[in-house]
């Protein structure tokens, strides 16, 4: 299965706690994004990396967010002091590159519980 | 004003009969169109995409653009019970992609 995985695919932290969520992109796949689902909610940007690079980061929480792609290994989006609000469905989706930029694939997802 | 906005659900059809799904967008400058299937529980599944007005057929799937009315629809011919999901539209928004907030669509048996 060459999609894009992400794991782990439940999460449980208490408050205050920090959560790690992993995504590899598709194979052949350079650009990650994320997205979050907050119940009853659309599908929100959250951010856009390159390997090494945060492109776009306007969609993350200024606080105890923050989001890596490095050279080697998966995306990680990391969410420190977690709180009930942080409760969702985290999305990671990769596109082929700059030409298909816009088609992007979406991981099975990451449900973010908090108690 | 919404960036996406869809027609409100939901939307139940009987099977074998045509669910059509509307989607207007806001910014002028987008350029691509994408509409994702999402089953409850799950991922979103990238169903169809366009670019360029009029229409764009594959298998029972058929997306319609217009640029000028800011409008992207998708029509689902015969549909079937595994077609029930959530419809998402989505914008390119540069590289962002700005989903709609979907609508379900029941096909009843």
């Known amino acids: 299965n060459a999609g894009v995985m992400q794991n782990p695919r439940h999460l449980v932290r208490r408050r205050g706690q920090e959560a790690r969520l992993r995504c590899s992109p598709m194979k052949g796949h350079s650009h990650v994004y994320w997205y979050r689902q907050l119940p009853e909610e659309g599908l929100k940007f959250m951010v856009y990396l390159q390997k090494e690079n945060i492109i776009d980061e306007s969609g993350m929480p200024k606080e105890r967010f923050s989001a890596e792609f490095p050279k080697e290994g998966p995306s990680i989006l990391r969410i420190q002091q977690v709180v009930r609000g942080d409760s969702a469905a985290y999305f990671c989706?990769?596109?082929?590159?700059?030409?298909?930029?816009?088609?992007?694939?979406f991981g099975p997802g990451t449900r973010l519980t908090v108690t | 004003q919404k960036e996406v906005e869809q027609n409100s659900g939901p939307l139940s059809v009987p099977e074998g009969a045509i669910a059509s799904l509307n989607c207007t967008y806001s910014?002028?400058?987008?350029?691509?169109f994408f509409w994702y299937r999402q089953y409850s529980g799950k991922s979103p599944e990238l169903i169809m995409f366009?670019?360029?007005?009029g229409d764009k057929e594959d298998g029972r799937f058929t997306a319609q653009l217009n640029k000028a009315s800011q409008y992207v629809s998708l029509l689902i011919r015969d549909s079937q019970p595994s077609d029930s999901a959530t419809y998402l539209c989505?914008?390119?928004?540069?590289?962002?992609?700005?989903f709609g907030a979907g609508t379900t669509v029941t096909v009843r048996a």
């Open positions: 989706a990769s596109s082929p590159g700059e030409l298909r930029s816009y088609e992007q694939y």
């Open positions: 910014d002028r400058g987008s350029q691509s």
């Open positions: 366009i670019y360029s007005n």
């Open positions: 989505a914008v390119n928004n540069d590289y962002k992609l700005s």
